[in-house]
């Protein structure tokens, strides 16, 4: 069975889509069946895995809210175990068309229950906001990951966010752990890039990764591209963090491989 993990947090630009993207490239990279699930109407994990979201016709969208069955709109990739539920902007309308759903907070769960003993991870793209769609995904999630950047500010809305993962575990999803906190746009030449490691690590202390995203121009640039950064520029930092990353995932969760 499958380990699906929602990659969150409200704060906006902290890099949730490019780890998003770049986790699961490098879990598939590692040969793990991956499946990356873009669920912000932004669709930025849909174009940059090299689909144009003005040409998806059925999205997560329509599986939430119309019952589509996911299975049929799932999308290949560049990457051989890499694949993709696509997003377009129609998203931003599911959290009012499921106001009045029954167990709305349960419509992604219930689509994609099915799917867990066809990948190793699932890994969900999230909206900056802490909306319905994000509550879904948390409700679906077995694990979350927080991207933090190393900026001013970087733990404002942690608190809120944390608030709201502790009443998704009481009321919705008893089993939803923290896989961690993911410091992202480090750069090692700044004081305060330097502050913000040693402040998360005194609150957060073993809830924080050890691998540490670099602010990296390859990371920026690939999307444009379609790819993800593992296919622009193996040798970059970037993409070698991340690797790293999928690397600490696999050996602290102790996988098994779903049959090929």
């Known amino acids: 069975m499958g380990k699906i993990i929602a990659i969150a947090n409200q704060k906006g630009g902290v890099g949730k889509t490019t780890t998003a993207m770049n986790l699961a490239a490098s879990l598939a990279i590692l040969e793990f069946k991956t499946l990356v699930i873009d669920a912000d109407p932004?669709?930025?994990?849909?174009?940059?895995?090299?689909?144009?979201p003005k040409s998806i016709n059925t999205s997560i969208y329509e599986c939430m809210v119309d019952g589509i069955d996911v299975k049929e709109i799932i999308l290949s990739t560049e990457i051989e175990y890499l694949e993709l539920v696509p997003s377009h902007i129609d998203l931003v309308g599911a959290e009012v068309e499921m106001i009045n759903l029954d167990n709305r907070e349960e419509k992604m769960k219930e689509?994609?229950?099915?799917?867990?003993?066809?990948?190793?991870?699932i890994i969900i793209d999230c909206s900056p906001s802490l909306g319905l769609i994000t509550i879904n995904a948390l409700t679906a999630a077995n694990s979350v990951i927080i991207p933090v950047q190393c900026e001013y500010f970087?733990?404002?809305?942690?608190?809120?966010?944390?608030?709201?993962?502790?009443?998704?575990?009481?009321?919705?999803?008893?089993?939803?752990?923290?896989?961690?906190?993911?410091?992202?746009?480090?750069?090692?030449?700044?004081?305060?890039?330097?502050?913000?490691?040693?402040?998360?690590?005194?609150?957060?202390?073993?809830?924080?990764?050890?691998?540490?995203?670099?602010?990296?121009?390859?990371?920026?640039?690939?999307?444009?591209?379609?790819?993800?950064?593992?296919?622009?520029?193996?040798?970059?930092?970037?993409?070698?963090?991340?690797?790293?990353?999928?690397?600490?995932?696999?050996?602290?969760?102790?996988?098994?491989?779903?049959?090929?």
């Open 42 to 52: 932004q669709a930025n994990t849909t174009s940059g895995l090299g689909h144009d």
């Open 111 to 121: 689509v994609i229950h099915e799917l867990k003993d066809l990948y190793d991870f």
């Open 154 to 260: 970087a733990l404002e809305g942690l608190g809120k966010l944390l608030n709201t993962i502790k009443i998704i575990q009481t009321r919705l999803n008893p089993d939803l752990e923290i896989e961690g906190i993911l410091l992202t746009m480090y750069d090692v030449r700044l004081r305060l890039s330097n502050q913000v490691v040693e402040e998360v690590k005194v609150h957060f202390k073993n809830m924080v990764f050890e691998t540490i995203i670099p602010r990296n121009v390859r990371l920026s640039e690939a999307p444009s591209f379609g790819l993800p950064a593992i296919s622009f520029d193996a040798d970059g930092k970037g993409a070698v963090a991340y690797l790293n990353l999928a690397g600490e995932i696999v050996q602290k969760n102790n996988l098994q491989k779903v049959t090929k």
